[in-house]
């Protein structure tokens, strides 16, 4: 008798999915305390700061420091843009890093101080060994970003000051050791894509101070232009951090979906079927600007017609950076007024919660055919 058997083995555990990338774009800026709230920064009501005093015998005052978040890293930038060619801004730095989701990122902005080190004599010799340690100094950022399930970034941030103190100055063996002091707080925030994390009120007075103290301090690149600079040693300006976690995106996606997207757009058609949010959007987006169009009237008159194809940069919150001509309908009264219509549609609307890109260039055609 035959019997047919089936053999059921486990089955292999399927491959973990590679963490996504998370970029953090770092900027540290002196801007000007009254245009700091014209950043339209939501401050967050409390924050727990810690100080340390690495010396004997010091004390420290409190730190007031102000989280917050904004809305799109390009309305900050175009704020930003805006108040450094006033010179009410300045930007010191802007490091990027790259890190996986779940894995800690280390931005470090200041210097390293030469400090001696002087070891008990010896038993026999009675000799003081002296050795030089560097110890460093500045501001550190480090930045835990998570993507959760619906695409937000949680992030787990600690910031810390540290910087040198004389006043805190203690002398060992006929060695003068400088005294260090430290601040750090740290938060965690959730934002989406693009979003950005604002942190002021990092630098007091006295660090300023430590510039007269210690001239080589004025040498060390941001914190010596900072504290040069005359308006943050009137304390009419403050040193802000912000950071604006994004999903890094998968080249060869992007471009599948751009390839989708020119194919969708070629017919000049709103089709309700598409399920790419992106592609939904920039049709979205087509379609307004057809609507908006004023045939030319000599055109009209003339039965003429024409396909202008424009490429517009628009941001994330809808605002329409920039619209040129990139196809030309070979009829310079058809392709001023499709770019008149875009320009005239914005604002845009927001982008939808799908797309994760904080920007888009879009190139739409946009079809004149007489009635």
């Excluded at 709230?37 to 939501?42: A, I, Q, Y």
């Excluded at 007269?212 to 600079?229: E, H, K, N, W």
């Excluded at 030319?296 to 490429?311: S, T």
Aim: glycine letters at 6%; zero cysteines.
């Amino acid at each position: 008798m035959m019997v047919n058997l089936v053999t059921v083995r486990p089955t292999p555990p399927a491959p973990e999915p590679e963490a996504p990338l998370v970029r953090l774009s770092v900027q540290v800026l002196e801007i000007n305390r009254s245009d700091l709230e014209r950043l339209g920064v939501n401050w967050s009501s409390s924050v727990e700061v810690t100080d340390t005093t690495i010396a004997e015998d010091g004390t420290l005052g409190d730190a007031l420091w102000r989280w917050g978040t904004t809305a799109s890293r390009s309305s900050v930038a175009l704020k930003l843009n805006a108040l450094v060619q006033k010179n009410k801004a300045r930007i010191l730095a802007e490091p990027k890093l790259v890190t996986a989701s779940g894995r800690e990122a280390r931005s470090f902005v200041g210097g390293e101080k030469p400090v001696p080190s002087v070891s008990s004599q010896g038993v026999s010799t009675g000799v003081t060994s002296t050795s030089i340690e560097f110890k460093p100094f500045g501001v550190e950022l480090l930045m835990t970003p998570n993507v959760l399930a619906d695409g937000r970034i949680k992030t787990e941030m600690q910031a810390k000051i540290s910087s040198i103190d004389e006043s805190l100055a203690t002398t060992v063996n006929g060695i003068s050791v400088p005294g260090f002091k430290e601040r750090s707080t740290k938060t965690a925030i959730v934002t989406s894509s693009g979003e950005t994390i604002v942190v002021a009120g990092l630098l007091q007075s006295e660090d300023s101070e430590a510039v007269s103290q210690v001239p080589a301090l004025g040498s060390i690149p941001v914190f010596g232009r900072l504290f040069r600079s005359p308006e943050y040693k009137n304390s009419q300006s403050e040193l802000v951090i912000a950071v604006t976690p994004e999903l890094v995106v998968d080249e060869a996606k992007l471009a599948d979906r751009t390839v989708a997207l020119e194919q969708a757009l070629a017919s000049a058609e709103v089709a309700s079927s598409v399920e790419d949010p992106r592609l939904r959007y920039a049709l979205i987006i087509q379609d307004r600007i057809s609507k908006a169009l004023r045939y030319p009237q000599r055109e009209k008159e003339l039965n003429i017609d024409g396909r202008v194809k424009l490429r517009l940069h628009l941001f994330a919150d809808g605002t329409l950076g920039r619209v040129n001509v990139a196809e030309s309908s070979g009829i310079e009264a058809l392709d001023l007024e499709a770019v008149k219509a875009a320009e005239s549609q914005s604002p845009y609307p927001a982008f939808p919660a799908q797309v994760i890109e904080r920007e888009l260039w879009l190139e739409v055609p946009v079809i004149f055919r007489p009635s």
